[in-house]
């Protein structure tokens, strides 16, 4: 069974937070945790993924930072901000509300 990107496309800025609470990371790192974690049912479009990040670091809610190329080639990393932190708690608050709305009126 696969899932419907509609379902989840709300939520993208959320996973992506989610992603960075534990450490600094890019694009692709991210990409291939979301493919991992859901064992290949989703993964973030490139185009969608860049999009996110540039509209969560205009909001004040990620920095962005180049990494160094001696590790390898030069990344862009992403930070989350105490901002972000807020803004992906009060996120996961209103998804659990919703959840359980939905629950009790689809079961």
């Known amino acids: 069974m696969t899932i419907t990107s509609d379902i989840l496309r709300g939520h993208t800025d959320t996973i992506i937070l989610k992603c960075l609470l534990d450490e600094d990371s890019y694009g ?6 979301i493919k991992e974690k859901t064992n290949g049912l989703y993964e973030l479009k490139e185009a969608t993924l860049y999009s996110a990040f540039r509209r969560l670091e ?6 962005s930072y180049w990494g160094d190329e001696n ?7 992403y930070k989350i901000t105490l901002e972000g ?12 509300m919703a959840k359980s709305i939905i629950d009790t009126l689809i079961k």
Request: zero cysteines.
């Open 58 to 63: 205009q909001q004040g809610y990620i920095k």
């Open 85 to 96: 932190r807020l803004y992906y708690k009060k996120n996961v608050e209103e998804w659990e």
């Open 71 to 77: 590790t390898g080639a030069r990344r862009r990393y």
């Open 28 to 33: 692709y790192k991210i990409n291939n945790f």
